[in-house]
C-alpha cells in the first residue's frame, strides 16, 4: 500500500535552495499539509518560503535557521513544526557540503548531521507525533556513497557513511519498534549551489584536474528529477534501501550484495 503524502507534515533539512527547496515544492504539490525548512542561510531561508507560500498560499510553511551540526538546535525545528503544525511525518535529511578542502565542516554536516536528524526523528518526535499509521526518513546520499569520486574522497566518505546509516537505521527491526521507514536517495551529478564552486573545493590542484577530467563522464540532471525520485521512493520504497536518482531517469534501487558471497569456496 502506497504512503499518503496528503495531510501529512515534513521537515527538510537544507531546505532554503537546491533539491530542499525542489523537494518542498513537490511534497507541497502532492498535497503536504506544512513543511519546515531547516536551513542555516537566512536570507536563502526566508527566500524560499516567499516563493512557496507566492506557488502555495500562506500557513503551510516555516523557515527555521538551524545548524544541523548542533543537535540541539536541529532540534529546535522539530519543536517549531510540533508547534505550528501539530504533527510530523516525514523528514528529508538534506543538508550537505561537497567542500573535502574544508572537511572538518564537511564531515559535520554530512555524518554529523543526519545523526542528529535521524536520532531526532526516529527515536522521538515522528513517533509521538505521526498523524498515520507510518512515518518516512529519507536520507540524501549520494552516487559518491556507491561509487568512489577520487577527485573528493572525503566527500565520498561522507556519503557512504549515510548509506551505512541508512541500511543499519532502516533495518526491519526498527520499523518494526517505531512504524518508520528509512531510506537513502543517491541523486548523480545535480546542477545545484553546491556544484557551482566544487571546482575549487578539492584538497589541491592534483584533485580539481582529477575532477576537470571526470566529471563529465557522470550524467547531469536538474533538482526536479532529484525531487520527483524522491516522492517515488517516499510512497512505494522498503524501509533500509537505498536509491539512485542519475541523469533524469527513474529512480533504480542501489543492493549491496551479502558478503558472504565473495568468501572464497
Same mark, same amino acid.
Given at each position: 500500500?502506497?504512503? =499518503?503524502?496528503?495531510?501529512?507534515?515534513?521537515?527538510?533539512?537544507?531546505?532554503?535552495?537546491? #533539491?530542499?527547496?525542489?523537494?518542498?515544492?513537490?511534497?507541497?504539490?502532492?498535497?503536504?499539509?506544512?513543511?519546515?525548512?531547516?536551513?542555516?542561510?537566512?536570507?536563502?531561508?526566508?527566500?524560499? &518560503?516567499?516563493?512557496?507560500?507566492?506557488?502555495? /498560499?500562506?500557513?503551510?510553511?516555516?523557515?527555521?535557521?538551524?545548524?544541523?551540526?548542533? %543537535?540541539?538546535?536541529?532540534?529546535? +525545528?522539530?519543536?517549531?513544526?510540533? $508547534?505550528?503544525?501539530?504533527?510530523?511525518? #516525514?523528514? #528529508?535529511?538534506?543538508?550537505?557540503?561537497?567542500?573535502?578542502?574544508?572537511?572538518?565542516?564537511?564531515?559535520?554536516?554530512?555524518?554529523?548531521?543526519?545523526?542528529?536528524?535521524?536520532?531526532?526523528?526516529? $527515536?522521538?518526535?515522528?513517533?509521538?507525533?505521526?498523524? !498515520?499509521? $507510518?512515518? &518516512?526518513?529519507?536520507?540524501?546520499?549520494?552516487?559518491?556513497?556507491?561509487?568512489?569520486?577520487? %577527485? %573528493?574522497?572525503?566527500?565520498?566518505?561522507?556519503?557512504? +557513511?549515510?548509506?551505512?546509516?541508512?541500511?543499519?537505521?532502516?533495518?526491519?527491526?526498527?520499523?518494526?519498534?517505531?512504524?518508520?521507514?528509512? @531510506?537513502?536517495?543517491?541523486?548523480?551529478?545535480?546542477?545545484?549551489?553546491?556544484?557551482? !564552486?566544487?571546482?575549487?573545493?578539492? @584538497? /589541491?590542484?592534483?584533485?580539481?584536474?582529477?575532477? =576537470?577530467?571526470?566529471?563529465?563522464?557522470?550524467?547531469?540532471?536538474?533538482?526536479?528529477?532529484?525531487?520527483?525520485? %524522491?516522492?517515488?521512493?517516499?510512497?512505494?520504497?522498503?524501509?533500509?534501501?537505498?536509491?539512485?536518482?542519475?541523469?533524469?531517469?527513474?529512480?533504480?534501487?542501489? &543492493?549491496?550484495?551479502?558478503?558472504?558471497?565473495?568468501?572464497?569456496?
Amino acid at each position: 500500500m502506497s504512503f =499518503e503524502i496528503k495531510g501529512k507534515v515534513a521537515l527538510i533539512s537544507g531546505g532554503g535552495s537546491g #533539491i530542499g527547496l525542489r523537494c518542498a515544492k513537490e511534497l507541497l504539490r502532492n498535497g503536504l499539509k506544512g513543511v519546515t525548512l531547516a536551513e542555516v542561510n537566512k536570507d536563502a531561508g526566508q527566500k524560499a &518560503v516567499k516563493e512557496l507560500q507566492d506557488e502555495f /498560499g500562506p500557513n503551510k510553511v516555516v523557515f527555521v535557521q538551524t545548524d544541523v551540526t548542533n %543537535m540541539q538546535n536541529y532540534e529546535e +525545528a522539530f519543536k517549531k513544526t510540533i $508547534e505550528i503544525f501539530k504533527n510530523l511525518d #516525514i523528514l #528529508i535529511n538534506n543538508a550537505g557540503i561537497a567542500n573535502d578542502h574544508t572537511f572538518d565542516r564537511e564531515i559535520d554536516v554530512n555524518v554529523k548531521g543526519v545523526v542528529h536528524g535521524v536520532l531526532l526523528g526516529l $527515536e522521538n518526535y515522528i513517533p509521538k507525533y505521526k498523524s !498515520g499509521p $507510518e512515518g &518516512v526518513i529519507v536520507n540524501i546520499s549520494s552516487v559518491a556513497g556507491t561509487t568512489p569520486f577520487c %577527485m %573528493m574522497p572525503i566527500y565520498t566518505g561522507t556519503k557512504f +557513511a549515510v548509506l551505512g546509516m541508512t541500511k543499519a537505521f532502516g533495518d526491519e527491526a526498527h520499523h518494526k519498534r517505531t512504524k518508520i521507514r528509512v @531510506l537513502a536517495l543517491c541523486p548523480g551529478v545535480t546542477q545545484t549551489p553546491l556544484m557551482a !564552486g566544487v571546482y575549487s573545493s578539492t @584538497l /589541491g590542484p592534483a584533485y580539481q584536474k582529477l575532477f =576537470e577530467e571526470q566529471v563529465g563522464d557522470f550524467p547531469s540532471q536538474d533538482t526536479e528529477s532529484v525531487a520527483l525520485a %524522491m516522492i517515488k521512493i517516499v510512497k512505494n520504497a522498503k524501509t533500509g534501501t537505498a536509491w539512485i536518482a542519475e541523469g533524469g531517469q527513474d529512480p533504480y534501487e542501489f &543492493v549491496l550484495p551479502p558478503r558472504e558471497s565473495f568468501a572464497p569456496k
